[in-house]
Nanobody, 123 residues
């Protein structure tokens, strides 16, 4: 059973950049990793995801062109690089793992979830 842990939450100024890290523990070779977020008073939403091979990525329209997801499978980490941040990006960010041998990046139905990392965009 794979486990995932997010790190890197913090306070970021509007227009700034930030990186979140998702570390996988356990057998995580064939796992798609998804990033999700939940803003105050809103439902959790898909943000970005990357296939087990790293060859396929998927982004929500709201972050396309600003966020980049990548993975270093040898080190068992997945990164979410966020740029041009604004107040609407303030949320708790979660990474999740989906046992998936294909190149698809699903929007939901992930197997394992982290505890979340708070990102606050504010001056």
């Amino acid at each position: 059973q794979v486990q995932v842990v997010e790190t890197g939450g913090g306070l970021v100024q509007p227009g700034g950049s930030h990186i979140l890290t998702c570390t996988t523990r356990g057998r995580a070779t064939y796992y798609t990793i998804g990033w999700f977020r939940q803003a105050p008073g809103k439902s959790r939403e898909f943000v970005a995801g990357i296939s087990f091979s790293g060859q396929t990525t998927r982004y929500a329209d709201s972050v396309k062109g600003r966020f980049t997801v990548s993975r270093d499978s040898a080190r068992g980490v997945v990164y979410l690089r966020m740029t041009s941040l604004n107040s609407e990006d303030t949320a708790v960010y979660y990474c999740a793992a989906d046992e998936n041998y294909s190149e698809s990046v699903p929007l939901d139905d992930y197997d394992a979830w982290g505890q979340g990392a708070q990102v606050i965009v504010s001056s």
